[in-house]
């Protein structure tokens, strides 16, 4: 493994994802009121040295009153630790920067294949989602 002298080497690296659900409708043409939706959780077992994300996120169109889904995806994600330890305050927000490339890619890939306009999700920062992260995380 690589070390520097400013940067050490992380203490969890992500083993694999699989998409547990999604779905995709094609949306009106246009549509400029897009909401996103997050809702990540997870269970740490730190005597294998492993946690699974399941990060959920939708996108909706409409306006408040009324919102309509056309997005949905659920991924789950293996994260392996080196060694039994607590987890690391910075895990949380690295864990979801880490799969949402992964859900962007999905999206963008599967709507042209779909033969729809591409779906290209923005580039976000998700150090918002932390702390819902830690709550939705239980401790095995």
């Given at each position: 493994?690589?070390?520097?002298?400013?940067?050490?080497?992380?203490?969890?690296?992500?083993?694999?994802?699989?998409?547990?659900?999604?779905?995709?409708?094609?949306?009106?043409?246009?549509?400029?009121?897009?909401?996103?939706?997050?809702?990540?959780?997870?269970?740490?077992?730190?005597?294998?040295?492993?946690?699974?994300?399941?990060?959920?996120?939708?996108?909706?169109?409409?306006?408040?009153?009324?919102?309509k889904e056309f997005l949905?995806?659920?991924?789950?994600?293996?994260?392996?630790?080196?060694?039994?330890?607590?987890?690391?305050?910075?895990?949380?927000?690295?864990?979801?920067?880490?799969?949402?490339?992964?859900?962007?890619?999905?999206v963008s890939t599967l709507?042209?294949?779909?033969?729809?306009?591409p779906l290209i999700l923005?580039?976000?920062?998700?150090?918002?989602?932390?702390?819902?992260?830690?709550?939705?995380?239980?401790?095995?």
């Amino acid at each position: 493994m690589l070390e520097s002298n400013n940067a050490k080497n992380a203490a969890f690296n992500l083993a694999g994802y699989r998409v547990k659900e999604f779905h995709l409708y094609e949306p009106p043409l246009n549509q400029n009121d897009l909401s996103l939706n997050f809702s990540p959780s997870g269970k740490y077992n730190a005597n294998e040295k492993k946690y699974i994300l399941l990060f959920e996120f939708t996108a909706m169109y409409g306006d408040d009153n009324d919102q309509k889904e056309f997005l949905k995806i659920i991924i789950e994600s293996d994260f392996i630790f080196a060694e039994k330890i607590e987890l690391p305050d910075y895990f949380y927000p690295n864990s979801l920067a880490i799969v949402f490339p992964y859900i962007r890619a999905f999206v963008s890939t599967l709507s042209t294949l779909a033969n729809m306009k591409p779906l290209i999700l923005p580039v976000l920062n998700l150090g918002s989602l932390k702390d819902l992260l830690i709550q939705n995380t239980e401790i095995l």
